[in-house]
């Protein structure tokens, strides 16, 4: 089964996904899912050489504080384009070092900081070691990266081991 299905996470995420962009539950559009979520990942398994191992109820723990830190940054944005001066913005470069040693989960952790509003992930250094950020505002970057990394970074360490 392993053969025909070399990662069914995958597999299944992306019949899921595939359905749900064609809004159209038949059963041709089933059945094509089903095909497009068998051949892309039997034909892609060479790409991969080890899977990562992933613990499934930090990770969906970890979703859950994604998506209300995505709300409240909606917010705070919001507040601070509508009322606060330009003269009062401290936008800032944030040089956050990784703890984090999987390429898998360093991925994640610069996708989540780009999917929250304020905040976007503009490179990884060469080494692997550091992550560049970018904050609409920054008061005191230090505190910035601090929280970074204990809301998201130690939450990832649990998920990816």
């Known amino acids: 089964m392993s053969r025909l299905l070399p990662h069914p996470g995958l597999s299944a995420l992306l019949v899921v996904m595939w359905m749900v962009m064609v809004n159209d539950l038949t059963f041709g559009t089933l059945f094509l899912a089903l095909v497009v979520g068998v051949a892309?990942?039997?034909?892609?398994?060479p790409w991969w050489?080890?899977?990562?191992?992933?613990?499934?109820?930090?990770?969906?723990?970890?979703?859950?504080?994604?998506?209300?830190d995505i709300i409240i940054a909606?917010?705070?944005?919001?507040?601070?384009?509508?009322?606060?001066?330009?003269r009062d913005l401290r936008p800032a470069w944030l040089t956050v070092p990784l703890e984090?040693?999987?390429?898998?989960?360093?991925?994640?952790?610069?996708g989540t900081i780009s999917l929250t509003p304020g905040t976007v992930s503009a490179d990884v250094s060469a080494c692997g070691k550091y992550l560049l950020v970018h904050a609409l505002h920054a008061p005191d970057p230090a505190a910035e990266i601090a929280k970074v990394k204990a809301r998201y970074e130690a939450r990832l360490k649990e998920i990816f081991p």
């Not at 892309?40 to 398994?45: E, H, I, K, Q, Y």
């Not at 909606?74 to 330009?86: D, E, G, H, M, Y």
């Open 40 to 45: 892309v990942p039997l034909f892609t398994a």
């Open 74 to 86: 909606n917010f705070q944005v919001a507040a601070i384009i509508l009322f606060k001066s330009t």
């Open 49 to 68: 050489p080890g899977r990562p191992r992933v613990r499934f109820l930090p990770a969906l723990a970890y979703a859950g504080v994604v998506v209300w």
């Open 100 to 110: 984090l040693s999987t390429p898998e989960a360093i991925t994640v952790f610069a």
